[in-house]
Nanobody, 119 residues
Framework: QVQLVESGGELVQPGGSLRLSCAAS????????MSWYRQAPGRERELVAS????????NYADSVKGRFTISRDNAKNTLYLQMNSLKPGDTAVYYC????????????WGQGTQVTVSS
């Protein structure tokens, strides 16, 4: 079964930290660039961070630069998002995604994990 499963989302206080994981099964992540997206109620889904297949290059939305870190462990077939100094504006459902760098690759989405930053 081909699947991406996010985990680690929960309710946290402003200023807190959280680490999200995205575990792949049924296929290998090693040849895919990967991204984290998020979507808050009533808003468009937005790109948060991306990483190359080898993990040698990353990109971040301006709103999370300096606070979030995307990383991967291809040996574990897992993508991560370390989230520090969380703000209420970070509240959203977070999704991981395989990017379609080559035409023979499929773009795949996980089901998402809820992150809520609130007092």
């Amino acid at each position: 079964q081909v699947q991406l499963v996010e985990s680690g989302g929960e309710l946290v206080q402003p200023g807190g930290s959280l680490r999200l994981s995205c575990a792949a099964s049924g296929f290998s992540l090693s040849t895919y660039a990967m991204s984290w997206y998020r979507q808050a109620p009533g808003r468009e889904r937005e790109l948060v961070a991306s990483i190359t297949a080898s993990g040698d290059s990353t990109n971040y939305a301006d709103s999370v630069k300096g606070r979030f870190t995307i990383s991967r462990d291809n040996a574990k077939n897992t993508l991560y998002l370390q989230m520090n100094s969380l703000k209420p504006g970070d509240t959203a459902v977070y999704y991981c995604k395989t990017d379609q760098t080559f035409f023979w690759q499929s773009a795949r989405w996980g089901q998402g994990t809820q992150v809520t930053v609130s007092s």
